[in-house]
């Protein structure tokens, strides 16, 4: 599993989870303002000319249309994978050196107000609750880590003993 923690800036802090990478996707979409494939995508200069209606790629009819596109297609091979991920290139940029789909992900996260920790396994949430989080550690941050033990017990990850 796969545990958020998010401290706004003003109110009380809020932990949820995710099953795995796809619900993780899932969930961040669904409270972004991007559209999941502007959150993170993985596509060839081809297929995105066969999804504009061009199947081949070569053409002087997809070229007129998109060249910049074509120039992707030209430079790094028409079946490259080309990887968006808008929160952390910027918009619309592909790119086609790889990008995680985590990494895009937590990118969404960090770009709205507050602090945002993903922990992407049990034992680093537990880690987090137990101060191995700077980000959250100390009496200051008390709220934070108590909404991640709840969220933990919840689960029965942890027991509630308090």
């Given at each position: 599993?796969?545990?958020?923690?998010?401290?706004?800036?003003?109110?009380?802090?809020?932990?949820?989870?995710a099953?795995?990478?796809?619900?993780?996707?899932?969930?961040?979409?669904?409270?972004?303002?991007?559209?999941?494939?502007?959150?993170?995508?993985?596509?060839?200069?081809?297929?995105l000319?066969?999804?504009?209606?061009?199947?081949?790629?070569?053409?002087?009819?997809?070229?007129?249309?998109?060249?910049?596109?074509?120039?992707?297609?030209?430079?790094?091979?028409?079946?490259?994978?080309?990887?968006?991920?808008?929160?952390?290139?910027?918009?619309?940029?592909?790119?086609?050196?790889?990008?995680?789909?985590?990494?895009?992900?937590?990118?969404?996260?960090?770009?709205?107000?507050?602090?945002?920790?993903?922990?992407?396994?049990?034992?680093?949430?537990?880690?987090?609750?137990?101060?191995?989080?700077?980000?959250?550690?100390?009496?200051?941050?008390w709220?934070?880590?108590?909404?991640?033990?709840?969220?933990?017990?919840?689960?029965?990850?942890?027991?509630?003993?308090?």
């Open positions: 599993m796969i545990y958020v923690l998010e401290v706004p800036t003003q109110g009380l802090p809020k932990a949820w989870f099953y795995d990478d796809a619900d993780f996707s899932r969930k961040v979409a669904a409270s972004d303002p991007l559209q999941p494939w502007e959150i993170y995508d993985e596509v060839t200069p081809r297929g000319l066969d999804a504009l209606g061009h199947d081949d790629a070569t053409s002087a009819q997809a070229r007129a249309h998109y060249p910049a596109l074509c120039a992707l297609g030209d430079e790094h091979g028409f079946d490259t994978p080309l990887y968006r991920a808008d929160h952390l290139l910027g918009r619309g940029v592909l790119r086609a050196e790889p990008v995680s789909a985590r990494a895009a992900l937590a990118a969404a996260l960090n770009a709205r107000t507050g602090l945002h920790c993903i922990y992407w396994d049990e034992r680093a949430a537990v880690g987090a609750f137990e101060g191995a989080d700077p980000r959250i550690a100390g009496p200051a941050h709220h934070a880590r108590r909404a991640l033990y709840e969220q933990l017990v919840a689960l029965e990850v942890l027991a509630d003993d308090n």
